[in-house]
């Protein structure tokens, strides 16, 4: 078996050594795909092509809500297929791209064990059922995983693909800020001369629409600032991937250290904690406010949960949110009663 990076035995080629050539491959991305997920299952594709002679189809749970990855998707070309509409029993191989079984964040039927997992993300509990397993917590991206994969075998990475690869690595770790470590850089600067440029620009300079700048003026309303960290609600969201985004927005501001954001889309309560904090983990936070009632984890500055909350009252979920709000600043060290507006009522 051949290496990659001269110490870590290939993941990928034992897998398609095990592989029927010119069978079928199942990529799973996970729900409400963002790049990193995106441009992961894109370049296992192009591998899949070329080492197993396989036909491959990349399947997604939830929406591509948020702009900038909707537009990725359409101008890179790069075919998704909701995963309501696969028949799973047509494939003869699963794999899943940062993401893992029974992790809360993808639509993998719980029956069915993927054969190849690559992540960058801690071990989930399941993952030990997988086959072949390819984690990597010291890599900032999983496309940066991929983008290895692609230049050890000197597999052809064309402009659309690099910009893919390039495009999850500089959102992933946020410009390579946020947890990029010496990997992530060594990838971007062999991808940056093969993207198109202005197509990048096309994805980061995506128009929004209008129920965007509703949930903005929302979000920051709602915004209370608790010392160095700030918790803020939305209520019925039109996409998950406004959570997320508000989060990063509200951490921008000066001597904010901490941020969560919450939203309910389709019967379940979504959550996203942001952090330039280096000594408490987000991820682990995470797991602990969703801990009996969902699913969630992350990263040491960045993490995400959901949890369910079908056919409850609108107080019910108030409650919700008034009990995850508390836990979170009890976990930060942060004291409830010292909370004030983001943004003042008079000016608001």
Same mark, same amino acid.
Not at 9 to 17: G, L, Q, R, T
Not at 51 to 71: C, D, F, P, S, V
Not at 303 to 330: C, H, M, R, S, T
């Given at each position: 078996?051949?290496?990659?990076?001269?110490?870590?035995?290939?993941?990928?080629?034992?897998?398609?050594?095990?592989?029927?050539?010119?069978?079928?491959?199942?990529?799973?991305?996970?729900?409400?795909?963002?790049?990193?997920?995106?441009?992961?299952?894109?370049?296992?594709?192009?591998?899949?092509?070329? #080492?197993?002679?396989?036909?491959?189809? &990349?399947?997604?749970?939830?929406?591509?809500?948020?702009?900038?990855?909707?537009?990725?998707?359409?101008?890179?070309?790069?075919?998704?297929?909701?995963?309501?509409?696969?028949?799973?029993?047509?494939?003869?191989? @699963?794999?899943?791209?940062?993401?893992?079984?029974?992790?809360?964040?993808?639509?993998?039927?719980?029956?069915?064990?993927?054969?190849?997992?690559? %992540?960058?993300?801690?071990?989930?509990?399941?993952?030990?059922?997988?086959?072949?397993?390819?984690?990597?917590?010291?890599?900032?991206?999983?496309?940066? &995983?991929?983008?290895?994969?692609?230049?050890?075998? %000197?597999?052809?990475?064309?402009?659309?693909?690099?910009?893919?690869?390039?495009?999850? @690595?500089?959102?992933?770790?946020?410009?390579?800020?946020?947890?990029?470590?010496?990997?992530?850089?060594?990838?971007?600067?062999?991808?940056?001369?093969?993207?198109?440029?202005?197509?990048?620009?096309? &994805? &980061?300079?995506?128009?929004?629409?209008?129920?965007?700048?509703?949930?903005?003026?929302?979000?920051?309303?709602?915004?209370?600032?608790?010392?160095?960290?700030?918790?803020?609600? #939305?209520?019925?969201?039109?996409?998950?991937? @406004?959570?997320?985004?508000?989060?990063?927005?509200?951490?921008?501001?000066?001597?904010?250290?901490?941020?969560?954001?919450?939203?309910?889309?389709?019967?379940?309560?979504?959550?996203?904690?942001?952090?330039?904090?280096?000594?408490?983990?987000?991820?682990?936070?995470?797991?602990?406010?969703?801990?009996?009632? =969902?699913?969630?984890?992350?990263?040491?500055?960045?993490?995400? =949960?959901?949890?369910?909350?079908?056919?409850?009252?609108?107080?019910?979920?108030?409650?919700?949110?008034?009990?995850?709000?508390?836990?979170?600043?009890?976990?930060?060290?942060?004291?409830?009663?010292?909370?004030?507006?983001?943004?003042?009522?008079?000016?608001?």
């Amino acid at each position: 078996m051949s290496k990659v990076n001269g110490t870590t035995p290939s993941v990928i080629e034992a897998f398609f050594d095990d592989f029927p050539k010119g069978g079928k491959l199942l990529i799973v991305a996970h729900n409400h795909p963002d790049p990193d997920t995106i441009a992961s299952a894109a370049a296992l594709r192009e591998i899949a092509k070329v #080492l197993g002679k396989a036909k491959t189809t &990349i399947a997604y749970g939830g929406m591509i809500g948020r702009a900038e990855n909707a537009n990725m998707v359409k101008y890179l070309k790069l075919h998704l297929t909701p995963i309501e509409r696969v028949d799973f029993s047509k494939y003869d191989r @699963i794999a899943m791209v940062d993401t893992q079984p029974m992790t809360g964040n993808n639509d993998l039927p719980q029956k069915y064990v993927p054969h190849l997992v690559i %992540d960058h993300h801690p071990k989930s509990k399941e993952a030990h059922k997988v086959p072949y397993l390819d984690i990597r917590t010291e890599y900032g991206a999983t496309a940066s &995983i991929l983008t290895e994969y692609m230049f050890a075998y %000197d597999l052809p990475v064309d402009k659309n693909l690099a910009t893919a690869l390039l495009y999850a @690595i500089k959102s992933e770790t946020q410009d390579l800020g946020r947890e990029t470590f010496d990997v992530d850089v060594d990838c971007y600067r062999q991808l940056f001369p093969l993207a198109n440029k202005k197509l990048l620009s096309k &994805i &980061i300079h995506a128009r929004v629409s209008r129920s965007y700048f509703k949930r903005l003026l929302e979000g920051i309303r709602n915004a209370k600032l608790f010392g160095n960290a700030i918790v803020t609600r #939305l209520k019925t969201i039109e996409t998950p991937d @406004i959570v997320p985004e508000m989060a990063d927005l509200l951490l921008k501001m000066e001597d904010v250290a901490w941020v969560l954001t919450m939203g309910l889309f389709e019967d379940c309560l979504y959550l996203s904690i942001r952090t330039t904090n280096t000594r408490k983990d987000a991820g682990k936070i995470m797991k602990r406010l969703v801990r009996n009632k =969902g699913k969630g984890g992350g990263h040491m500055q960045i993490a995400g =949960g959901k949890i369910p909350v079908p056919n409850k009252e609108p107080w019910e979920v108030q409650e919700l949110k008034d009990y995850l709000e508390a836990k979170f600043l009890k976990s930060i060290s942060k004291e409830k009663e010292g909370q004030q507006d983001l943004v003042p009522k008079e000016i608001q």
